[in-house]
């Protein structure tokens, strides 16, 4: 090895429900940790668990992002995936196989995100797991020095990160000094656990990160399919802030004050469409295709595909998929394949939200959401 390496380490969350249910009888959501465990005898810091990451490759990479990114492909099959830099790491101690300094990735997948679906593991490694993750401070903060010049405090953390019967156990302290508008971090491991480096204090790190950023940033709707509830959305924000947040407020601040999200024509439980109704929806269509030389294909398009989604959700699938291709070769005939291709889009809108599993286990229909991808600007405020 040279004298001096660079690498990368990635923090990679995920959320996972259990079977738990709770008083609102919605599933219990977790915040989870991506872990691999390293082999005996085949690498340094054997037996223990430790964060995806590498070297970077002069040759390949063009920056450190690339080279997190080449790495989680070659870890977990999985290279598609929200990336913010966070810290560089640079104790001349950290890694003993010389002088590594890394630059850690906070990294967010949606949630119930498969690693066995994606696994690519090579020889080095024998496992990788989700850990669900649970930190709590557990001293108050520790004064060091309070002067006119600068302010320093300590406060230790426990970190317990939990999969089945094998559960990791780390004590974290971190030091904060200020002085004027300047803040410097310095983490330091109590114990040698578990896992390997100080990956503990990475780990840290990017927890605190994200309970102090998720308000201000799109991190929380990394979390979430590309539709979903405010429900969903509102329990991200309550899993990483551990609190409660009030509903009324949330839902005005994300769709009013923020404009974060964009509602959708979606919602969680599509009433199912009488027979009566589904012929007069083709009777109005059949009308509208008579029409279509006057003009009227945009309400062609709009019947079509109401009839289409009528069908779908009915659970006649075929029927909807059927009229689909139907209509569609009809609009292009009228020289309209634009209407065309947003037909066939929005039938990929039905058939993914018709995949996404609802929290909402009762009969209440909820609206979907996206993402409203103009939003660029911080939040102001609390959620609470």
């Known amino acids: 090895m040279n004298l001096y390496c660079n690498a990368t380490d990635v923090l990679l969350f995920t959320m996972l429900e259990n079977d738990a249910i709770t008083y609102r009888n919605i599933p219990e959501k977790h915040l989870n940790i991506c872990l691999i465990y390293r082999n ?133 302290r971190k030091t904060t000094t200020k002085s004027k508008s300047i803040a410097r971090i310095k983490y330091e491991q ?40 405010l429900t969903d959305l509102k329990q991200v924000y309550e899993t990483v802030l551990k609190k409660e947040l009030t509903a009324a407020n949330f839902r005005r601040k994300i769709t009013q004050k923020y404009d974060m999200v964009l509602e959708t024509e979606f919602i969680t439980h599509p009433p199912k469409t009488q027979k009566n ?12 295709e008579k029409m279509l030389d006057k003009g009227l294909e945009k309400e062609y398009y709009e019947q079509a595909f109401e009839l289409i989604k009528a069908h779908f959700n009915n659970g006649d699938h075929s029927e909807a998929a059927t009229l689909l291709e139907d209509s569609a070769h009809i609009l292009t005939q009228c020289n309209q394949a634009g209407l065309s291709k947003q037909l066939h889009t929005d039938y990929k809108k039905l058939k993914m939200i018709d995949s996404i599993k609802t929290q909402n286990f009762g009969h209440r229909a909820s609206k979907y959401y996206t993402f409203n991808m103009k939003w660029n600007l911080p939040l102001e405020g609390s959620m609470k």
């Open 40 to 172: 005996e005898d085949k690498l340094t810091e054997s037996n223990k668990w430790a964060l995806p990451g590498g070297f970077l490759n002069p040759d390949d990479d063009i920056n450190l992002q690339a080279a997190a990114l080449r790495e989680l492909g070659n870890d977990i099959g999985f290279d598609s995936v929200f990336l913010k830099e966070l810290r560089t790491w640079s104790n001349p101690n950290r890694d003993p196989r010389g002088r590594v300094i890394s630059t850690s990735f906070l990294g967010v997948v949606e949630q119930g995100f498969d690693l066995k679906a994606h696994l690519r593991i090579d020889k080095e490694y024998d496992e990788v797991m989700w850990f669900n993750i649970s930190v709590e401070r557990v001293s108050q903060p520790a004064i060091l020095e309070d002067s006119d010049a600068k302010l320093i405090f300590s406060e230790d953390y426990e970190l317990r990160l939990t999969n089945g019967d094998t559960t990791l156990t780390e004590h974290v």
């Open 277 to 288: 109704d589904i012929l007069k929806m083709e009777g109005a269509l059949s009308a509208f």
């Open 190 to 229: 109590l114990k040698n656990g578990a896992i390997a480096f100080d990956h503990a204090q990475m780990i840290l790190d990017a927890y605190l990160y994200l309970q102090e950023n998720i308000e201000g940033t799109e991190i929380a709707f990394n979390f979430l399919p590309e539709y979903f509830t």
